[in-house]
């Protein structure tokens, strides 16, 4: 399914929530209406909790099926939360950047994270997620998850990403990678789409032209 839509007059709707293939991250502070369009669109069982107390969860936190990177800001009652959803492996990473949903991109068989992630980081990512990391930047920036919307399908990135880094995506996250823009000529593809392999939410601002070719790249079309 795919959807268009805004989160609280927001068509940022990456920034509060993130779709894996077996789970859904959400703050539990979302309106019944946005809660009623997710579950329609995904049918996967809802996690919900704030991270660092804040509802924006796409930007701090980074998903898979696998697990759930958080950083070192997440509350003790926040990770006593999350844990209730016994079947995830979940851990913080001790690092001063905090924004793990724009810093890691990540799908079911890879991850590109932040050049500056020391080494003892990138194996606790690595360890959590279950997948190969390497250290990476996307058009030149090494915001590489708020620069890219990946699936197991297929990863949309920064229209300035270059022929390289796509090539090392691809080959790491085992999709194919083009570019794209998503709300209306905005870069940062992550902060405007939620998306797994069965469904899709964009930004409301996201033309027609932008939802088309971000939909075949995820394979919907």
């Known amino acids: 399914m795919i959807a268009r839509t805004d989160f609280e007059g927001d068509s940022n709707v990456g920034a509060f929530g993130i779709a894996t293939d077996k789970f859904i991250l959400v703050s539990p502070n979302m309106s019944a209406k946005s809660l009623d369009i997710i579950e329609k669109t ?6 919900q909790s704030t991270v660092a107390t804040l509802d924006a969860v796409g930007f701090v936190a980074a998903a898979n099926s696998n697990g759930i990177v958080l950083p070192y800001t997440v509350t003790d009652e926040e990770f006593a939360e999350l844990k209730r959803a016994d079947y995830l492996h979940m851990d913080w990473i001790d690092s001063k950047m905090t924004a793990m949903g724009n810093i890691i991109v990540t799908n079911d068989r890879g991850a590109i994270c932040h050049p500056s992630f020391d080494s003892a980081a990138v194996r606790k990512i690595a360890d959590v997620l279950d997948v190969e990391v390497i250290r990476g930047t996307v058009a030149g920036l090494p915001i590489v998850g708020a620069n890219t919307v990946a699936t197991n399908r297929g990863a949309v990135v920064h229209p300035m990403a270059t022929d390289e880094e796509m090539e090392v995506m691809a080959d790491l996250l085992g999709v194919h990678v083009e570019a794209g823009t998503v709300n209306r000529g905005s870069p940062y593809t992550r ?6 392999t069965d469904g899709m939410i964009a930004g409301a601002d996201t033309t027609g032209v932008e939802l ?7 394979g919907f079309v």
């Open 42 to 47: 995904f049918g996967l069982p809802l996690v």
């Open 191 to 196: 902060l405007g789409v939620i998306a797994n």
């Open 212 to 218: 088309a070719h971000i939909s075949q790249v995820l």
